[in-house]
């Protein structure tokens, strides 16, 4: 079991940046990979970044260049989001991956315009 707590969301003006952190408990050491992904009301979840226990990192199209996923350790993740949009705006969720597939409560990200 892993249990996935995010934190760092919030309001910011369009250009802004933010820093999203995701901790994981529990059985940390068979995570194989993390990563982050968001929702809007009314949509499918949709993937923004993954990073792997050895450190490979994968995007969205949709953020490559102003998004940065890292890790510093086996539990602690992080999202560094620059120049962010309206259409940015979402519900960001923590997931990793072990044997099973784990999701943390999410945390909102709203971006004015």
């Known amino acids: 079991q892993v249990q996935l707590v995010e934190s760092g969301g919030g309001l910011v003006q369009a250009g802004g940046s933010l820093t999203l952190s995701c901790v994981a408990s529990?059985?940390?050491?068979?995570?194989?990979?993390m990563g982050w992904y968001r929702q809007v009301p009314g949509k499918q979840r949709e993937f923004v970044a993954e990073i792997t226990v050895g450190g490979s990192t994968s995007y969205a199209d949709s953020v490559k260049g102003r998004f940065t996923i890292s890790r510093d350790n086996a539990k602690n993740m992080y999202l560094q989001m620059n120049s962010l949009k309206p259409e940015d705006t979402a519900v960001y969720y923590c997931?990793?991956?072990?044997?099973?597939?784990?999701w943390g409560q999410g945390t909102q990200v709203t971006v004015s315009s």
């Open positions: 997931h990793c991956v072990t044997t099973y597939f784990y």
């Open positions: 529990g059985s940390i050491f068979s995570i194989s990979r």
